[in-house]
Every structure is written in C-alpha cells, then in structure tokens.
C-alpha cells in the first residue's frame, strides 16, 4: 500500500507511546510502518526534496499531536504521552485525528485560528493529505507547471531563428562558452546543412556541440527520420556531438534510434525539458520571492552547546 496520510500516523503515534516509554521519531516511524505493513518499497519512498515520506509524514503527525498536547519531550528527539495523551488512549486511539485535535485551544493557535471559531468552519483544513512540507512543494511543482505553460506561450510568439537564438543562449547560460567565444555560433537563415548553431564543449574550443532547433507545435511530434537526417548533417560536419531541441515531443523510435548511436552521442530535448532547462537557468525568468526552509540540526544538540 502508498505511505499513509500523515493525520493517519496519528493513532499509531498515540498506541506506540501508549507502552508507558519514551520513543525516538525512527521508533515512532519504525512502529507506524509495521501497523500499516508498509513494504521495504513504502518505507524507502522520498519526497522531491530527497526526504524519506515516511519519516516526513509521521514527523509531521508528531509534531501536531505536541501543539495539541497529547505529547511532550522529555529530552531532546525524544517523545512520550501527557495526561490528555493517556486520555486520548483510554478513549480510543483510532478517535485522534485532525478533527479531534481542533478540540484543543493550543492548536487552534498553532493553526492561526481563533480559538473561539466553529470547529466546522476547518473543513478544508481537515482535508489535508499530504505533510505541509509536502503541500509546498506540490504547489511549487503547480507554480512551475504554469510557468512552462506560459513560457512555451511565450516562445511560439518568437521567429524560428530568434528561436534557434535562444537555444543557444540557454546552453551558453549552462556553461557551453560564452557569447564572446560563440558571437556567430547561430548558422544563418539558410544554407546551414541541417545544423542550427554550434556551442563549445569545453572552456579551450577543442570540442564542439552542434544544435538542431525545431519551432514546432507543441502537439507535434518528431520521428526518427527527423533524428537521422540530423546524425547525417553532423556526419557531414564530421562532428560526433549533437543536440536536437524541440518544442514538440519525440516519437519512442526516435529516442531509441538516439540511444543506440555508438560512434554519435545525440542528446533530444522536448518542449517541457527545454522549458525546465529556461527555469533552472533563469533564462526568459526572474525570480520573484526565496523562501527557506529549515529543521532543526540534530547534530549541534547532540554535541555540548
């Protein structure tokens, strides 16, 4: 089965403890993962920062039953029941849940609410599947998806050549020369023999990376013909390094005809890669707010402070 919610950790956090014992958050994950019988696969899962879901998720479910004061730490990483801990476990651990915790004025407070305010005007609250860490990560994926859309709207208004223009740009932006090195790298509008621009491999100029750039629909597809046609164009230069940048997709022969080239290494680029490749590069982007995120480091409390 997928790794739970996080709210649905929070009964097995409450039977854990209910042993009378002080746990670790690794025992408190270790004891919530066998209740659900997580696979190895469930138990290894990351979220896209690289953290381990499991882990994340039981955190997370840790950290609100404290705010609501079913639990406290009695030392540093570690964690036991309080009185309305206990209570809730005489009461039927399978009970706690977000819903339950709005009971409590401190948690209300921890969620910004004021303690006077109808538990059932939290519905949305309630409805939250993933840890917060995870909630904001989904919505900059979200933001990011959108931005790709608006930058591929932006990149159909530009020529075909201020197309292969800006392809160059980005992989000059990724460290292939610079424009002093590469001021005539973009071929001209005709006559180029079925190559788009040349890019240095290297800082000295002793390699070079040839470019095909297709301005098509983003609905289109290009085939393996097309790929050939550019293995042929750099066999012609007698180059053996080349990338094929679209807007469009490519076909699943044309990424295994790519892959299967010995002597020519021919790296394909689609629409949504070459507009992910724009962000991460900031290139036709500003960033427009930073945001940190911090936990604490458990080494500098393990060591003498």
């Not at 639990?71 to 399978?94: I, M, V, W, Y």
């Not at 407070?109 to 006077?116: D, I, L, P, T, Y």
């Not at 990338?243 to 892959?259: C, L, N, V």
Request: hydrophobic share 40%.
């Amino acid at each position: 089965m997928a790794v739970p919610k996080y709210d649905e950790f929070m009964p097995s956090i409450i039977r854990c403890l209910g042993d009378g014992n002080i746990h670790t958050l690794k025992e408190l994950a270790e004891f919530c993962a066998n209740e659900f019988k997580l696979s190895v696969a469930d138990r290894s899962e990351t979220i896209s920062s690289g953290q381990n879901k499991l882990v994340n998720r039981v955190g997370w479910a840790k950290s609100y039953l404290k705010k609501a004061g079913l639990l406290e730490s009695p030392k540093k990483a570690h964690f036991c029941l309080t009185d309305e801990g206990r209570k809730a476990l005489q009461n039927g651990a399978e009970k706690v849940n977000l819903e339950y915790l709005w009971q409590f004025d401190s948690f209300r407070e921890f969620q910004g609410k004021s303690v006077n305010k109808d538990v059932a005007n939290e519905e949305l609250t309630h409805t939250q599947t993933e840890s917060p860490q995870e909630q904001m990560e989904s919505a900059l994926r979200k933001m990011n998806d959108e931005l790709i859309d608006e930058l591929m709207s932006e990149i159909f208004k530009i020529s075909p050549y201020e197309f292969e223009r800006l392809v160059v740009k980005l992989l000059i932006k990724m460290g292939y020369g610079d424009i002093e090195e590469n001021e005539d790298v973009v071929t001209k509008k005709s006559g180029d023999e079925g190559i788009d621009g040349i890019v240095s491999a290297d800082k000295f100029g002793f390699d070079s990376i040839y470019i095909q750039a297709k301005q098509w629909k983003s609905d289109g597809v290009v085939g393996r013909p097309e790929v050939q046609k550019f293995l042929g164009a750099l066999a012609g230069q007698g180059a053996t390094k080349g990338i094929f940048i679209t807007t469009a997709h490519f076909s699943k022969e044309a990424i295994e005809f790519a892959a299967k080239q010995l002597h020519s290494k021919i790296v394909l680029v689609d629409g949504k890669q070459l507009a992910k490749l724009m962000i991460d590069y900031n290139l036709g982007v500003s960033t427009v707010a930073t945001y940190e995120v911090k936990r604490i480091d458990s080494d500098f409390f393990d060591e003498d402070v």
